[in-house]
């Protein structure tokens, strides 16, 4: 029974990825609170890679914001991204090298 659960889950955020990709242009993690890493590691690898947060905002100036998702969790974190255009988002992908900051996960929001 517990693995039909977390098959049907899996199942469920494949759709969902799916769905927010290929019509919103957007990307979520969909990692669980206990499998994000702890909201220290996080503000510190943010603030250690202020370079990379510059050049990402500058790629649409004032349309382009990175931050700390420090609300979702309690003690957890990810890197929240809002961008205003496909293009865009490719050429965030491109800097990042993949969907992750440094090992922290990214969610993309297209606004």
Known sequence: MKGELNEKANS???VHRIIENVLYDNYHH??????????????YKFSKYQDTVK????????LVTIQVDADSCPGKGSILIS???NAI???IESILGGKTFYGIPVTLINQ
């Open 83 to 85: 961008y205003p255009s």
């Open 30 to 43: 969909y990692l669980q609170c206990e499998e994000l890493p702890d909201l220290k590691t996080v503000e």
């Open 55 to 62: 050049q990402i905002e500058d790629l649409a100036e004032g």
């Open 12 to 14: 469920n955020h494949f």
């Open 89 to 91: 988002r490719k050429q």
